[in-house]
């Protein structure tokens, strides 16, 4: 049994992925060809956006995204400590000071409860000026935008929503993709929506923002690519993971009901032992992982794998306790819900082609 089928679902499109490689092998143009193009309009349009910018990988994507919005050094940005190591990663590698903050119980989620309190402890202090927050939409769960939002505006924060993992999840209709002043996500094959190598996508509402991340993308390119107006990278989604990720999107509804319909069966089947995932109302998940507590972790993980189920943990060691981060000397009691879920949490197989 597969945690994720990718080859199940290539074989569902193997025809209609194989002609769309064939056409760019074709033309050749490999880099920046007319299906990037192509496919940021649609991204755009799936997630009710006006910009879409894709770029090298869903890391590049936070990168560019602090370099849009000017995070240096001094700067305070707020991120949840129970996520995958890149939502910190970045915020350091602009040389500003990641603020983690801890989880909330039920959804796994960035608590908004203690946002508020970490921004308060940080105004107070003195030392770094609060910048940005980043809020994770993990396991395919949006986090929760609303207050999110509320506390973003009353400081005066910038909003970065990472939705590598909630790509196809929503909060009363609004797409993941759509919230704060610039979204990111990730096209790694694991991911709901995933290229056959590194991908990802920033989206945005802002005229300005989008004008420059499509500079930031490609040297910091002006009017041409030997006309450089501004400090950037190279970071851009080939031509041939554009092409694969055209044909997957327009199955990706599909998919997302089939990984709906597999949920409802685990909710309904799994003992009940294990603490379930909820969905809060209002809100849709892509399930990028469905996402299991237990007291008993090690236990229940023998057990399904002597059955051939494949389990995984995510993550065992939140961002407060990775050794990159001890020169910010926090503690485990910082965080005692994070922590709690990094001892219980497990995931099992999940996929739009699940049995």
């Not at 690519?225 to 190279?234: A, D, E, H, S, W």
């Not at 819900?337 to 099992?348: D, G, I, M, T």
């Amino acid at each position: 049994m597969h945690f994720i089928d990718l080859e199940a679902q290539y074989n569902h499109l193997k025809e209609r992925i194989d002609t769309r490689i064939h056409a760019v092998l074709q033309h050749g143009k490999y880099i920046m060809g007319p299906e990037v193009f192509e496919l940021e309009e649609r991204l755009a349009d799936y997630v009710g956006v006006k910009h879409c910018i894709t770029c090298a990988n869903g890391t590049d994507a936070l990168t560019l995204s602090m370099m849009a919005l000017g995070i240096e050094d001094g700067d305070a940005v707020f991120c949840p400590t129970f996520t995958f190591f890149a939502t910190a990663e970045t915020i350091a590698f602009a040389n500003a000071t990641p603020v983690f903050v801890d989880s909330d119980e039920k959804t796994f989620n960035i608590c908004p409860i203690d946002l508020e309190l970490r921004i308060k402890e940080t105004i107070s202090r003195g030392d770094l000026k609060p910048k940005a927050i980043i809020a994770v939409d993990l396991f395919g769960l949006p986090a929760n935008y609303p207050e999110i939002e509320r506390i973003a505006e009353k400081y005066n924060l910038k909003l970065i929503e990472d939705a590598a993992q909630g790509f196809g999840g929503s909060i009363n209709g609004r797409k993941a993709g759509s919230f704060g002043d610039i979204a990111t996500t990730s096209f790694f094959p694991a991911k709901p929506l995933g290229c056959y190598g590194d991908g990802g996508a920033i989206f945005t509402d802002n005229d300005e923002y989008a004008e420059q991340l499509r500079s930031l993308r490609v040297h910091g390119q002006g009017s041409d690519k030997y006309n450089n107006i501004r400090i950037g990278v190279n970071s851009r989604l080939d031509t041939i993971q554009a092409a694969i990720l055209l044909e997957k999107l327009k199955e990706f509804p599909i998919e997302l009901d089939n990984r709906n319909r597999a949920a409802l069966n685990y909710s309904q089947i799994l003992p009940k032992s294990l603490v379930l995932p909820e969905l809060p109302h209002g809100y849709t998940s892509s399930w990028a992982q469905y996402t299991v507590k237990t007291e008993q972790r090690e236990k229940i993980i023998e057990e399904f794998r002597a059955k051939n189920i494949p389990v995984m943990v995510y993550y065992a060691t939140c961002m407060h306790a990775q050794p990159a981060f001890h020169y910010l000397n926090y503690s485990a009691n910082d965080f005692p819900v994070a922590n709690k879920l990094s001892k219980e949490v497990c995931s099992l197989p999940m996929h739009g082609y699940l049995k």
